[in-house]
């Protein structure tokens, strides 16, 4: 089976970084693509458990893709869920703190 640490550490890098380059306000059809992107990934994550709790999650909490902030704010409330099941620290879902983590870095 698949190291679920590195998994959900290259898997949340990959969903962080896509929603803060996400268009501001996304058109339908983009809108589509993200709806299809989370959906297939809740039903391929190679994690049978991960992808279980994932699926039921994203049911009682629709996905927000109207836009970057909401699609940012959304996938922070999900990703800290998962940190709450695990016991680790929840994190900040200001945006100015996703964009500093996902986006710009720290500034000097
Ligand atoms: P990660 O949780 O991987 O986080 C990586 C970095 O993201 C952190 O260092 C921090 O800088 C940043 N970050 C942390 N929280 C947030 C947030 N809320 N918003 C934005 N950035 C944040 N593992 C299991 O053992 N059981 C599961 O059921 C499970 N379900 C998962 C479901 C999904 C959809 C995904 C993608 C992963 C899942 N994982 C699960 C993996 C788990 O979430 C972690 O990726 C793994 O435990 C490694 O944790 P980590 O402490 O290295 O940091």
Redesign the pocket.
């Known amino acids: 089976p698949p190291d ?6 290259s ?3 990959f ?2 970084t896509t929603a803060a380059y996400y268009p501001l306000s996304a058109p339908p059809p983009v809108q589509n693509n993200m709806l299809n992107l989370l959906s297939s ?2 039903l391929l ?1 190679p ?1 049978n ?3 279980n ?2 699926q039921k999650d994203i049911k009682v909490n629709p996905p927000d893709v109207s836009g970057r902030e909401g699609l940012m704010k959304w ?6 869920e ?2 709450r ?2 016991g ?1 620290q ?2 900040s ?1 200001q945006v100015k703190d ?1 964009d500093i ?2 986006k710009d870095g720290p500034s000097d």
Request: proline share 0%.
């Open positions: 679920t640490a590195e998994l959900g550490r898997t949340w890098t969903l962080h990934l809740s994550y994690c458990w991960c992808a709790d994932f996938l922070c409330m999900r990703h800290n998962v940190n099941k695990l680790k929840e994190f879902c996703l983590r996902w």
